[in-house]
């Protein structure tokens, strides 16, 4: 018979009733091989003596059980428990003594208590560590992933502990900057100094290093990685320091390394006064909830206390999702905010007509739209409908509902597009611009242009992560193609200071910092993963990158500023951009012809009539009709219809 299998078999109970039989043999046998040692020959007591043994079990057992010896189980028995057995052992021995001698059953001399003490707690405390190997030990068929904590703190001791209880990681010891902690010994791992860390890699064949320094700095944070980032391992981390304040620290939480401590950005610490301004204590509506940008927007202004917020998303999942979510923040938080869940279009005049029937709405946070280049550029109907006309009709309702403030989330590609997208966005900031420029307009219609954020729906991050999991190739579309990077957090806390700035009518920008090289990004992602580019040098690596060629619409670098006109505000990751602009009467005209194209579903048409709205627009197409060359430089990547 397989007796660890019979044993794992075993309910808690009947494994409880096991222990208790197995420390009293251990009682009753420490006790003769104590007397024994005594008196130099095997002790066989006589007469009353025997009550000395059924005396400590009706002692130690109740003891055991009331200190949680036996509620402890032995799959999870921790340096803890060690110090209950030692309290627990140490307690039944004194009342034991106390007792026979009390009783004057036989002569209990140091000897005999020292031993016996000394040997009940090594003994209870070896059984249950050789039952926790035994029946707890991971398989050897198992994969166990060796791993290095960098960071020999409290988090790291925290992180050890939880890992230790996880059959698939296997801690090798620590990893500090302080090189006064080399040598010492935490939990029974060994602290190394960084130094060492290439020897140690090698030796124990580490897997995995985890990064457990929530509180560093962003600077010292990327300098670590930065250190890291050439050798052969996977490199993750634990959530910052105010993540791991909402709760305890779970092997779940280990995570791949940000991509935003790639980028080397540090974060600014926002404006106190602007970030309430539009929110706190007013009724506030943000489209497109449900989606990477929007639900951001939702979870920073329930921080900022609304009197009620607006979901309004044309996804029923995605909405049902966000409203899941901002209602557990609330309740957590004790807050009394009203959620209005909205399911349709910005284009549903029965929706909006509900809900701006109170003329309530102070502050419109615009995030819906269809941003995939690739995809609106095929269906240039639908981009422009929903982008164009969908925000078009929303502003015309929120200016006629008096609403405060209206901030339009836009996008880099709005300068100077090659794509549909891009373009259509671009004439949603001039339908704002010229609606803010009426006579009887009270609304601060405003808009916030920014880059791609790390994490959004068909962002590269995602992508490329998931093709390093399943072993390659990472694809990226160009050699040279480079994007602007921030991460989601950050850019929604700067669009929700810029509105709080907004007098009407301006177009902000977002700093983004420097530009990043996509395929260096891949490359730095490879390697973090513990992983190698296979390429020309090294052929035997493990993943390699391959380029796809541009997709139609896409330029090879972006643009944050049409022209040269630009000056700063009160926060230095704001920008102010001031751009020539249509009149809403000639705009008009422009709009009402670009719907009628629309209804031909003519592609080529419809691009021209964009390129005759929006200054600096150049299609990727070739018309029939006239060639309308690409801004690229590089003409081998313009394609025909």
Known sequence: ????????????????????????????????????????????????????????????????????????????????????????????????????????????????????WLAIFMLVTVVRLAAQYVLYKPSQEKSEKKVLIYGAGATGTQLTNILKSDSSYSVAGFIDDDASLAGWNILGLKVYSTSQLVSIIENKKIDEIILAMPSIGRTKRQEIINRLESLPVNIRSIPDFLDLAHGKLKVSDIKDIDIDDLLGRNVIEPDKKLLPANINNKVVMVTGAGGSIGSELCRQIINLSPKKLILLEQSEFALYQIEQELEELITKASLSIKLVKALGSISNATLLKRLFANKDINTIYHAAAYKHVPLVEENPVAGLSNNVFGTRFLAEHALNADVETFILISTDKAVRPTNVMGCSKRITELVLQALSEKPDCKTIFTMVRFGNVLGSSGSVVPKFRQQINEGGPVTVTHKEITRFFMSIPEAVQLVIQAGAMAKGGEVFVLDMGDSVKIVELAKRMIKLAGLTVKDDDNPEGDIAIEYSGLRPGEKLYEELLIGDNVSGTQHKRIMKASEIHIKWSELEEHLSTLQEIMMTDNSDDIKEKLADIVDGYKPWVVSEKKVIKSKLADVRHIKPA
């Open 1 to 116: 018979m397989d007796i660890k299998n019979y044993l794992l078999q075993k309910s808690r109970s009947e494994k409880r009733v096991y222990l208790v039989i197995l420390d009293a043999l251990l009682i009753f046998f420490v006790i003769l091989a104590s007397f024994s040692l005594q008196e130099n020959k095997i002790y066989v007591p006589t007469g009353i003596e025997w009550w000395i043994f059924p005396i400590a079990f009706g002692i130690s057992l109740p003891v055991y059980m009331k200190l949680g010896l036996y509620r402890a189980v032995l799959q999870y028995f921790r340096g803890q428990a060690v110090i209950t057995i030692f309290i627990a052992t140490l307690l039944s021995t004194l009342v034991w003594v106390g007792v026979v001698s009390l009783l004057t059953i036989t002569e209990l001399s140091p000897i005999v208590v020292t031993v016996y």
